[in-house]
């Protein structure tokens, strides 16, 4: 019976594997649409109690797949700490934790955690092909985009303690906060306008800022534009024909570029994925 679930859980090649995965996409959806539609006012007071039974319909159906999921895993530890199972158990428990608070004084927190089952999103991450590609990206580009951030911080408290010195609170730079949250939205290049330098030196040195903005905003995405690059390439490294062993296939090639023959499709599974 764990073998069987396994399959149709973890697994995508059965029908009833398959059936598993679009049944549970649209619950997905479903559930999270309901979560939206719930925060209109017009909507959440006509159907208030409908929304709140469907809500907890699906929380027990998520629920059940959490554990089933938890029951088939060859290795139930690595998927109960796995990106996918973490997401699985977010999905679920904001409804349950509400239910320890029920006092009026609590409602902030109830309706944070009505918000956070939008996590349930995330989910979707499971079936989506090239999720796994951007999230190993993400992963291996990690230090070289914190390296990044940390400089563009250390910037920006540089830039806003000039800015406090020359503009000062007259100005609206009432403190080095402050003037970091201006640098922050100015080398970003939103300019909310909220806070503007009125001295020429703070003028000159807003539009060095907002040129070094523009000339730094597309590093993070070489970054990870290169990573993803090394991802593919390892990804048709995976492919190799079992005929000739010509490799370096695209992930969706079927037959071998050298010999013809038929190329297997059963690469591994994501690795977050745990089966």
Same mark, same amino acid.
């Given at each position: 019976?764990?073998?069987?679930?396994?399959?149709?859980?973890?697994?995508?090649?059965?029908?009833?594997?398959?059936?598993? +995965? =679009?049944?549970?996409?649209?619950?997905?959806?479903?559930?999270?649409?309901?979560?939206?539609?719930?925060?209109?006012?017009?909507?959440?007071?006509?159907?208030?109690?409908?929304?709140?039974?469907?809500?907890? @319909?699906?929380?027990?159906?998520?629920?059940?797949?959490?554990?089933?999921?938890?029951?088939?895993?060859? +290795?139930?530890?690595?998927?109960?700490?796995?990106?996918?199972?973490?997401? +699985?158990?977010?999905?679920?428990?904001?409804?349950?934790?509400?239910?320890?608070?029920?006092?009026?004084?609590?409602?902030?927190?109830?309706?944070?955690?009505?918000?956070?089952?939008?996590?349930?999103?995330?989910?979707?991450?499971?079936?989506?092909?090239?999720?796994?590609? =951007?999230?190993?990206?993400?992963?291996?580009?990690?230090?070289?985009?914190?390296?990044?951030? *940390?400089?563009? =911080?250390?910037?920006? @408290?540089?830039?806003?303690?000039?800015?406090?010195?020359?503009?000062?609170?007259?100005?609206?730079?009432?403190?080095?906060?402050?003037?970091?949250?201006?640098?922050?939205?100015?080398?970003?290049?939103?300019?909310?306008?909220?806070?503007?330098?009125?001295?020429?030196?703070?003028?000159? =040195?807003?539009?060095?800022?907002?040129?070094?903005?523009?000339?730094?905003?597309?590093?993070?995405?070489?970054?990870?534009?290169?990573?993803?690059?090394?991802?593919?390439?390892?990804?048709?490294?995976?492919?190799?024909?079992?005929? $000739? *062993?010509?490799?370096?296939?695209?992930?969706?090639?079927?037959? $071998?570029?050298? $010999?013809?023959?038929?190329?297997?499709?059963?690469?591994?599974?994501?690795?977050? +994925? @745990?089966?």
């Amino acid at each position: 019976m764990r073998e069987t679930l396994n399959t149709i859980i973890f697994g995508t090649k059965t029908p009833a594997g398959k059936f598993f +995965d =679009l049944a549970l996409i649209w619950a997905i959806v479903i559930s999270v649409v309901l979560i939206l539609l719930a925060t209109i006012d017009a909507i959440s007071e006509e159907y208030r109690r409908g929304l709140y039974m469907a809500e907890w @319909v699906f929380t027990i159906l998520f629920t059940i797949e959490y554990a089933l999921r938890i029951y088939s895993a060859r +290795d139930r530890k690595q998927y109960i700490f796995s990106f996918y199972g973490v997401v +699985d158990l977010l999905s679920i428990l904001p409804l349950y934790i509400s239910l320890i608070f029920p006092q009026a004084s609590y409602l902030l927190v109830i309706r944070l955690l009505r918000v956070l089952r939008i996590f349930r999103v995330l989910k979707l991450l499971r079936y989506m092909k090239d999720a796994n590609l =951007l999230l190993r990206s993400l992963w291996h580009s990690r230090r070289k985009i914190m390296v990044f951030f *940390g400089t563009v =911080l250390i910037m920006c @408290v540089i830039i806003g303690s000039v800015m406090y010195a020359v503009e000062g609170p007259e100005n609206g730079f009432t403190s080095i906060p402050k003037s970091i949250y201006w640098t922050i939205v100015t080398i970003t290049t939103v300019g909310y306008g909220d806070i503007t330098p009125q001295t020429n030196f703070g003028q000159g =040195l807003a539009a060095a800022t907002m040129l070094l903005g523009y000339s730094i905003i597309a590093v993070p995405t070489g970054i990870i534009t290169s990573q993803m690059a090394s991802e593919l390439r390892r990804d048709t490294m995976l492919l190799n024909c079992l005929a $000739c *062993g010509r490799g370096n296939h695209e992930t969706e090639a079927r037959f $071998c570029l050298k $010999c013809g023959a038929e190329l297997p499709n059963d690469l591994a599974e994501p690795e977050d +994925d @745990v089966s």
